[in-house]
């Protein structure tokens, strides 16, 4: 690392593409930081692919136990299947938490700094980091914007929390529609 920087790679945003690049930095000699506003692993990990997933799993088996006649002509006879919307819910949350800890211990065991803020670039070769004590800035000889997405909401579409949710609320609410329209084919929906 050149005297002149305090990192070779400044990298702002810790998604999975982030996490990815942080650790190839790492595999590569080079001294790492990564800056996030909101929480490790980004919209797949948090909001999107991980919990979409895990409720998706839950919800087919449900629908497969409730197959009685296809059950029935395998031998197999199931009666009063039920579930428990809010503990799916906490399942997809605790495998949340668990990778988004996964993601954060195997960077600091690698020695990369975990800069908790809002990064933004500052200049040449310069980030500038906001958080709750306020703004410093630091230098890199190379900086990665790993941002990752926001849902789009079309305009004039109001998301009201009662019929019209994004793709990021989607998998938090707190009851079930007893009908859904996905409008969009992202990698979460």
Request: with cysteine; net charge negative.
């Amino acid at each position: 690392m050149s005297e002149a920087f305090d990192y070779d790679l400044v990298i702002i945003g810790a998604g999975v593409g982030g996490h990815g690049a942080a650790l190839h930095a790492v595999s590569c000699g080079l001294k790492t930081a990564i800056i996030e506003a909101a929480e490790m692993g980004g919209t797949c990990v948090n909001r999107g692919c991980i919990p979409s997933k895990a409720l998706l799993a839950a919800s087919g088996r449900v629908r497969e136990l409730h197959d009685a006649h296809h059950l029935k002509s395998l031998g197999i006879q199931v009666e009063g299947v039920t579930f428990d919307r809010q503990v799916i819910s906490e399942h997809a949350g605790n495998l949340v938490a668990k990778i988004r800890g996964d993601l954060t211990n195997s960077l600091k065991r690698l020695g990369v700094d975990i800069i908790q803020g809002w990064g933004k670039i500052a200049g040449p070769q310069k980030v500038a980091i906001t958080t709750d004590s306020g703004e410093k800035i630091i230098s890199a000889k190379d900086i990665i914007l790993s941002t990752g997405s926001v849902p789009f909401v079309p305009p004039g579409i109001t998301i009201d929390g009662k019929t019209v949710f994004t793709s990021e609320d989607g998998s938090n609410l707190e009851w079930l529609p007893d009908w859904v329209a996905i409008i969009g084919s992202g990698l979460t929906t």
